[in-house]
C-alpha cells in the first residue's frame, strides 16, 4: 500500500517514521516530500513570519529546527500533492499538526491534517474541558491558545521544542503537573514517543502524542492488516 506523507520541513522524516512505522506492520511503503526540499538554510529564512503570519515550525534533514511563515511553503505543498496523487498514493497524511487552508486540493484522495483529528478527539478525552497544550516555539503561543479556545473551555499554552534540548521539555513537564488540567496535547508532530512517556511519567496526566494517532488512523482507514 503506498501512502503519501508531507512534511513542512524537508524530508525524508526519519525521526517521525522511527515511532509510526510498527503500526504500520510492514505493509506501508511511505512515499515523503517536504515543503523546504532543495532549499539551503539562506533561501529558508527568507520565510521569517512578519506580523500576522501564521507560524510554522518543522525539522530539517541535518536535525535542526527553521520557523517559518506557512504562506510561503502552500505552492510547494500543492506540487507535492500532485506528485503523489500521480504516483499512485492511495492516501496523503501531512506530518504537521498545524492548519492549511482548503485551497490545498487532491483530485481523487484523502488528504488527512492531524489537526483535523485532534480537534474531534481531544475534547473527548479531557473531563475537565481543561487542556495544556505543548507548542515548539514562542512565537505561537496566542495562535495555540486561540486555535484551542474553539474546542475546550480552557487552554493552557507552554513552548518547548521537540528540536531543542531535553532539559527544557523536563522543564515543562514540572511546570504543568501541577496544574489544574487533566490532558497534555503535545501539538507537533515532532514530539516523540519517548518525550510522551516522560510527560506522562513527570505529570501524572495523559497524554496525545499526535504522530501515533495520525498513523493509527491511517492504518484503519486503509486496513493494513497482514494477511494469513
Known amino acids: 500500500m503506498k501512502i503519501g506523507a508531507i512534511t513542512i520541513g524537508q524530508a525524508p522524516r526519519v525521526d517521525v517514521t522511527a515511532d509510526i512505522m510498527d503500526i504500520f506492520e510492514g505493509q506501508a511503503e511511505l512515499v515523503q516530500a517536504g515543503g523546504l526540499d532543495g532549499l539551503t538554510k539562506e533561501e529558508i529564512a527568507k520565510f521569517k513570519p512578519e506580523e500576522g503570519d501564521y507560524v510554522l515550525v518543522s525539522r530539517l534533514t541535518d536535525g535542526t529546527s527553521v520557523t517559518f511563515a506557512e504562506r510561503y511553503i502552500l505552492p510547494r505543498l500543492q506540487e507535492a500533492i500532485d506528485r503523489m496523487e500521480e504516483d499512485g498514493c492511495r492516501l496523503i ?119 501515533t494517532l495520525l498513523a493509527r488512523v491511517v492504518s484503519e482507514l486503509t486496513d493494513l492488516k497482514k494477511r494469513g
Open 93 to 211: 497524511m501531512f506530518f504537521c499538526t498545524g492548519k492549511f487552508p482548503e485551497t490545498l486540493t487532491s483530485k481523487n484522495i484523502p488528504l488527512l491534517y492531524p489537526c483535523d483529528i485532534l480537534d474531534r478527539i481531544v475534547p473527548l478525552m479531557t473531563k475537565k474541558s481543561n487542556i495544556i497544550c505543548m507548542t515548539p516555539s514562542p512565537l505561537q503561543l496566542a495562535q495555540t491558545e486561540g486555535k484551542w479556545s474553539q474546542y475546550v473551555d480552557k487552554v493552557t499554552s507552554i513552548a518547548a521544542s521537540p528540536y531543542g534540548e531535553w532539559e527544557d521539555l523536563e522543564k515543562a513537564a514540572e511546570q504543568v503537573k501541577d496544574m489544574d488540567a487533566d490532558l497534555i496535547v503535545l501539538d507537533c508532530i515532532g514530539y516523540t514517543q519517548e518525550m510522551k512517556r516522560m510527560f506522562e511519567e513527570k505529570t501524572g496526566k495523559m497524554v496525545v502524542l499526535p504522530r
